[in-house]
């Protein structure tokens, strides 16, 4: 079936989305879920009073369907109790919907699973057991290929720029002087990415702010796996730490300082 | 009325072509196989035909084989070639950006004990001539690489491939169905071997392509039957679709200077003013060296499911390289050879012109998008 397939109310609720916006407070939770496949992202903010949804928001990056299962199950949700709001299944936002197109079902499973994630934040947050999430650091691990493309693509040194013209570059998070570096470098070149294990760049916020609003496409909680090419460096192979899924990742240079 | 700026997609059959076809369907529906006068008539207008085929890009008549498209054209050339020239080596190279039915014949050759390399493409989707020769071994007997990519424009050095592979004695297909009445094709000039052809991305009919195959190589048939098309394609041919492919080829070849210029404005026209108004928004493929009619984008934190479910309901009709549209729900394979990540490749839109396109087209993407990209951005969690 085609993906633009799509049942009326589906593309009611996609033309005018109920709920959309965001939420801060004592009694709000929130929830996060990215689908690793298609990249699809979806965050809810749920405010409760006397453990039912009083308000509920949401924003979402993702395609038609994607956008109307949220904001169908905002609706579905708003007034349930919390465990009333856990049992809403990807199935019942479909049906609520006038059902997904085959393929789409995913993106309702979506849906259902950010709203779980934005009840259980909430009930963490009240039972004021805040887990600290311990990442491992992994700077000295051996990457595969960093030997055989020394000076081949993949750099110990970011000093000397014209080594980086033109070339779409990728810096590992090495601590603030890879930060300055990808900063400087991205007003010479077209394309840097930086790759932090981090859900955040840790720095200064002045230098994470600048490598913010420069032009750098920062991938976080992404690890550096394997360098591959032939005779230069030619692709990556990333680990999304958070998905816990692989992929590919078209560049010419690798910077490891 | 509805903006339709999606040429890449599907192509309306130009008004004169239709016309030309017209008789063959019911006056003149002789079969060329036949002995007979009605036969002989199909006969001629095949050959003429054939003819006009092989002036447009510089082949000799005998060397143009009629298939049912582009598809079954690069299966022929793959498989055909492979199959018969498997004795003298088993090596394909191809690059990361081709037509997903060349990957898809690729996957399938490598389960027939062929081994594939395929060469990346730089940030603009540009293939280098070096990493060609980086994968050449000595079992190497076929490189294939797409004229110009049907999804970001960009336009290869087919003639310093053709030249380097012929030198090597390598043969060399090249797909160039987007790059068809948008460059002047010539498999003189370029040393081409095998080339693909699609009717109707010159404004002929659908259903009829041809295959370009040099005097002197050999292929086994895909397709088995009453030994038409010198035995290389059987199957009573197509003469409706024959003589419309070859009206196309004749319009395009008188039409297609006047045709580029002014597709070339509408491309400059689309990229400069959607990158003024929309802040965030890149172009994906390469400033110039990327075909006249292409303009294909990305916006930060924007789905490209959304915008063209969006556009469609202001009556624009575009494409996307979004995984949501996909039927695998992948993301473009040519927007993520070009070093872009998937949400980034999630975003894109691809906007193609053609010959029916107006002004007017042009000036209702422009008012429209922004207002489309304002809106999906306030839904996204992406934008800040």
Do not use: W
């Not at chain 2, 903006?3 to 008004?15: G, M, V």
């Not at chain 2, 594939?116 to 730089?122: A, E, L, M, N, T």
């Not at chain 2, 959607?274 to 802040?279: A, F, H, N, R, T």
């Amino acid at each position: 079936m085609k993906s633009t397939a799509y049942s009326e109310k589906v593309l009611d609720h996609f033309r005018k989305p109920r709920n959309v916006g965001t939420m801060e407070g004592e009694d709000i939770g929130k929830g996060r879920v990215g689908n690793p496949v298609c990249g699809d992202l979806m965050e809810f903010y749920i405010e409760v009073k006397d453990n039912r949804i009083k308000d509920i928001k949401f924003q979402t990056f993702g395609c038609g369907s994607a956008v109307a299962t949220a904001s169908m199950i905002t609706e579905m949700a708003k007034g349930k109790t919390l465990e009333e709001a856990l049992k809403i299944t990807r199935k019942d936002v479909a049906d609520e919907l006038d059902g997904l197109p085959p393929i789409k079902m995913h993106c309702s499973n979506l849906a259902a699973d950010a709203l779980r994630d934005a009840i259980k934040n909430y009930q963490k947050k009240k039972g004021q057991t805040s887990e600290t999430e311990v990442k491992e650091e992994k700077f000295s691990k051996e990457i595969a290929g960093e030997k055989e493309f020394l000076n081949k693509g993949v750099y110990h040194d970011a000093s000397d720029i014209s080594s980086f013209e033109g070339k779409r570059t990728l810096i590992v998070d090495r601590g603030e002087q890879s930060i300055a570096a990808a900063i400087k470098l991205s007003k010479h070149i077209p394309r840097v990415v930086f790759l932090t294990p981090g859900k955040n760049v840790s720095a200064s916020e002045e230098l994470a702010t600048k490598l913010k609003k420069a032009n750098v496409k920062i991938l976080y909680e992404s690890e550096l796996l394997e360098i591959h090419g032939i005779r230069t460096v030619e692709k990556v192979l990333i680990h999304d730490l958070n998905e816990d899924t692989k992929y590919e990742l078209f560049v010419d240079a690798v910077i490891l300082l | 009325m509805n903006a339709y700026l999606d040429y890449q997609s599907s192509k309306p059959i130009d008004p004169r072509v239709f016309e030309a076809m017209m008789p063959y369907f019911q006056d003149k529906f002789g079969n060329p196989s036949s002995l007979h006068q009605i036969g002989d008539e199909a006969t001629k207008i095949m050959e003429e035909s054939r003819q006009t085929i092989a002036n447009f890009i510089n082949a000799k008549k005998e060397e143009i084989i009629f298939t049912s498209g582009a598809t079954e054209s690069n299966n022929l050339a793959f498989f055909g070639f492979a199959m018969r020239n498997k004795e003298k080596g088993n090596h394909i190279i191809i690059s990361e950006i081709e037509h997903i039915s060349i990957l898809n014949i690729t996957k399938q050759l490598v389960k027939l004990g062929f081994t594939i390399s395929k060469v990346p493409v730089d940030q603009y989707g540009r293939v280098y001539l070096d990493k060609i020769k980086d994968r050449l071994t000595d079992k190497t007997i076929l490189v294939s690489i797409g004229y110009a990519n049907n999804e970001v424009g960009t336009i290869q050095p087919i003639s310093k491939i053709g030249a380097f592979c012929r030198e090597k004695n390598i043969m060399f297909h090249t797909d160039a169905v987007a790059a068809e009445g948008l460059l002047t094709l010539d498999v003189k000039r370029d040393n081409i071997d095998l080339m693909t052809l699609s009717s109707n991305d010159i404004y002929g009919p659908k259903g009829i392509g041809v295959l370009y195959i040099k005097t002197g190589i050999r292929l086994n048939p895909t397709i088995i039957g009453g030994g038409q098309e010198h035995g290389k394609r059987s199957g009573s041919e197509n003469i409706p679709g024959i003589v419309g492919m070859a009206k196309a080829a004749e319009i395009m070849q008188k039409e297609m200077d006047m045709e580029i210029e002014r597709l070339l404005g509408y491309r400059i026209k689309l990229i400069k003013n959607i990158l003024e108004k929309i802040p965030r928004a890149y172009l994906n493929g390469h400033p110039e060296e990327r075909l006249p009619n292409n303009v294909n984008l990305r916006f930060d934190g924007i789905e490209g499911e959304s915008l063209l479910l969006s556009l469609n309901d202001k009556q624009i009709s575009v494409s996307t390289g979004s995984a949501c549209s996909s039927k695998t729900l992948e993301p473009s394979h040519t927007l993520i050879a070009l070093g872009l990540i998937h949400e980034e490749a999630h975003g894109s839109l691809e906007l193609t012109v053609g010959r029916f396109n107006t002004n007017n087209d042009v000036e209702a993407v422009i008012k429209a998008l922004p207002e489309v990209v304002d809106r999906l951005r306030k839904l996204s969690p992406l934008y800040e």
